[in-house]
């Protein structure tokens, strides 16, 4: 089944205490991106990947790091994680952009 | 998002059609789209509208874009139950960032 998986899907961590919420995809899929949702803000674009080896920042990046060694994966690394970074996390991909993106379930993190 | 504005509710009864508007600032926008997420899933992809068309009808859904006023809706014809969810606007820069409004609620009563 085509698809794109996140894990973890809930997090508690406490502030400090670095985190990785790992996203992977099984459609061959050039272009990866993370998302925050946050109450009244909708979804805003973190970080984004179009190909192995190739990332770049979305509007939110700061706090947040990304890698794309292949191109089925695309971890979110959170190195130092603040209260501010609660929210809920989509992983999407795409074939080529963001005109046809398939979202992952999303993650739950709460940081303390 | 500040870029993409959308009313927060909507309250539609079964069989009626619902009509969520949107509002974007950005004219150089080549492509707008409708996501749906449901409780507790992730957001689905709806239609979505190339910058250079008025209107693009899908089933049930109908997408009238106004390039004037930079204004969007999403028509849904004979709502039905299976419609309650959070439908978010959004509109693409370039091939590779996506800027979404807030999310409607629509709320379809019986």
């Known amino acids: 089944e085509a698809q794109v998986t996140q894990n973890p899907r809930y997090l508690i961590t406490v502030t400090g205490k670095k985190l990785t919420v790992t996203c992977s995809q099984n459609m061959n899929h050039e272009y990866m991106s993370w998302y925050r949702q946050d109450p009244g803000l909708g979804l805003r674009q973190i970080y984004y990947?179009?190909?192995?080896?190739?990332?770049d920042k979305g509007d939110v990046p700061e706090g947040y790091k990304v890698s794309r060694k292949e191109k089925r994966n695309f971890p979110l690394i959170l190195e130092s994680p603040s209260p501010n970074q609660t929210s809920l996390y989509f992983c999407a991909s795409s074939p080529s952009g963001v005109e046809t993106q398939y979202f992952g379930p999303g993650t739950r993190l709460l940081v303390l | 998002g500040e870029d993409v504005e959308q009313s927060l509710f909507l309250s539609v009864r079964e069989g009626d059609s619902s009509v969520i508007n949107c509002t974007y600032t950005?004219?150089?926008?080549?492509?707008l789209y409708w996501y749906k997420q449901e409780p507790g899933a992730g957001l689905q992809l709806l239609t979505y509208i190339f910058s250079n068309m008025d209107m693009k009808q899908d089933q049930r859904l109908t997408v009238l874009l106004n390039k004037k006023d930079k204004h969007l809706s999403l028509r849904i014809a004979d709502t039905q139950t299976g419609d309650s969810a959070i439908y978010f606007c959004a509109e693409s820069k370039n091939d590779y960032k996506l800027s979404f409004g807030a999310g409607t609620t629509v709320t379809v009563r019986a």
């Open positions: 950005d004219s150089s926008s080549t492509y």
């Open positions: 990947s179009m190909n192995v080896e190739v990332t």
